[in-house]
């Protein structure tokens, strides 16, 4: 088949008879891969199963991996969906037309090979102009997964879609490079509660600032529910995003991750071995081929994860080594792309068995840490545990903190206040202070001045947790969800289970 490529251009727009072909290839069964502002698409007409299955040949794509239906407004949604729940219709009204795909129960006008044979699909209408007018112009609902060939990362760029699928689809619309760099958020929204199936640019905080949390449930990841309560995207159970390089991410401390990083790269010739780390890092390493997601200003990072997984790929690096990207909105995100991309393998320079949170008399904030994070860690070899810097006498814990978890159902102890002593900790200690004056006294009184963190710095951001001192009950309140927040996010970062 001979691929035609033409061109979309920011200011510039389509070519009238370009955009006319496309639209008429889309309406006959063909294929057209086109810019979308997360990835490349690779279209068809989302009502033809004889074209659907044009692009599962195409991409080498298991047929049981529904598709994404794309549409241009808002009201083409009402004859594919059974029903629209009202926090789908406030999510809509919010992250529409953008980078945010929901899944619904289907109408009969959506054929079985669209969804995979199940009975719900995923929508979304793109921020991309150029995308919405070529939908417009079919006058259809477009049925587009990432324009890459099955198992390869999704393509940010023309030059990825004719890597991958020149001589294999009608007609490729190059638009230059696209905005995010990877796919997609993916909501579930036809259970009881809603389920992100796949992080993306739109968060789970974004989301639950437009639906709030049901209950006092965070939203959840689908890795994070068993498989029999929800369904997962069937998409996410196949190897995704493999670069032919064997890939290693190294998780811990910044700089200790370069120094480790450095040491791993040497074992290997100069040209064959490949580091993946930020704009703001990547002159910390001169040796190996080092490339850059992105940078942590402007919500650009991850724009470029893909394009340097193929990078590695042309280079014929042998292994690559990855570092974590924590500390930005979009980790979530980036971190699930990352581990699919390196199958789960990790080197680990946070080996903590201990974990201390620390603040000035330990009865209210550190034991609130302590047993939030009690109650979301399941792996018990890991110790948890609090301690104050001024404790003249033991006192128990503060009531208010012993009733404000309760009501939230985390299970809490009676227990008294203790001091931080030396014999506290070793070094697969970590010591997590509230406060930067709190971490500053620890480094001051004690030898320890490693695993040393505010809780706050430790996941990526600045200042101290919020001091409830003489607070209402909604201080209180809003203090339980800002910790709860920072813990999962810490939890995270450490890899705990
Ligand atoms: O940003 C994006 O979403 C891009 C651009 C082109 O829009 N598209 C994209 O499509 O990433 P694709 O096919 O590579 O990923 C679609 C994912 C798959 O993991 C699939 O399993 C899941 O969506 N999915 C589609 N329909 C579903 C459904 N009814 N239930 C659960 N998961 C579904
Ligand atoms: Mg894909």
Request: net charge negative.
């Amino acid at each position: 088949m001979q691929t035609r490529i033409i061109s979309w251009d920011k200011t510039e727009g389509y070519k009238p008879e370009d955009l006319r072909d496309a639209a008429n290839i889309l309406r006959d069964g063909g294929l057209v891969a086109f810019p979308t502002e997360t990835v490349y698409g690779l279209g068809c007409n989302g009502l033809n199963e004889g074209a659907a299955s044009k692009v599962y040949e195409a991409k080498g794509r298991p047929s049981d991996n529904p598709l994404i239906l794309h549409i241009a407004e808002r009201e083409e949604l009402d004859e594919l969906v059974k029903e629209i729940p009202e926090s789908a219709e406030k999510l809509m009204d919010t992250f529409w037309p953008g980078p945010m795909t929901l899944i619904f129960r289907k109408s009969d006008r959506v054929p079985q090979a669209i969804t995979g044979g199940l009975e719900t699909v995923a929508i979304r209408m793109p921020a991309h102009t150029g995308a919405r007018e070529l939908i417009k112009a079919a006058g259809l609902p477009i049925a587009a997964p990432s324009a890459n060939l099955s198992g390869r990362p999704s393509p940010t760029m023309a030059a990825h879609v004719i890597e991958d699928l020149d001589g294999r689809v009608d007609m490729i619309i190059d638009g230059g490079e696209v905005g995010i760099g990877y796919e997609s958020t993916i909501l579930d929204m036809t259970g009881l509660r809603p389920v992100i199936l796949r992080p993306g640019f739109i968060t789970r905080e974004m989301i639950e600032g437009v639906i709030g949390t049901p209950g006092d449930e965070a939203i959840p990841e689908a890795s994070e529910v068993s498989g029999d309560i929800v369904p997962k995207a069937p998409g996410m159970k196949y190897r995704h995003y493999a670069p032919e390089a064997d890939l290693t991410v190294v998780r811990g401390d910044e700089e200790e991750v370069e120094k480790k990083i450095d040491e791993l790269a040497r074992q290997f010739p100069q040209d064959k071995v490949g580091i993946l780390t930020t704009d703001e890092r990547k002159d910390q390493y001169d040796y190996g081929v080092v490339l850059s997601i992105g940078s942590f200003k402007d919500n650009t990072l991850g724009h470029g994860l893909y394009g340097a997984l193929r990078e590695f790929d042309h280079l014929e690096v042998m292994h690559i080594f990855a570092e974590t990207f924590y500390g930005n909105e979009q980790e979530d995100a980036l971190m699930n792309r990352l581990m699919k991309a390196a199958g789960g393998q990790v080197i680990d320079l946070m080996d903590y068995h201990r974990v201390i949170f620390v603040c000035k008399e330990n009865v209210t904030i550190s034991p609130m840490a302590e047993w939030i994070m009690k109650s979301i860690v399941m792996d018990k070899s890991i110790e948890i545990c609090s301690r104050g810097l001024v404790v003249l006498f033991s006192e128990p814990i503060n009531q208010k903190i012993i009733d404000l978890l309760t009501s939230h159902s985390v299970p809490i102890e009676e227990q008294s206040s203790r001091l931080l002593r030396e014999e506290d900790m070793d070094e697969n200690t970590l010591v997590i202070t509230m406060a930067f004056t709190e971490k500053v006294k620890v480094l001051e009184q004690f030898d320890q001045t490693e695993h040393v963190y505010t809780l706050r710095e430790f996941v990526g951001l600045e200042d101290d947790v919020t001091d409830p001192y003489g607070g209402d009950e909604s201080v209180y309140e809003s203090l339980y969800i800002e910790l709860k927040d920072l813990l999962y996010k810490m939890k995270k970062k450490l890899g705990w289970q």
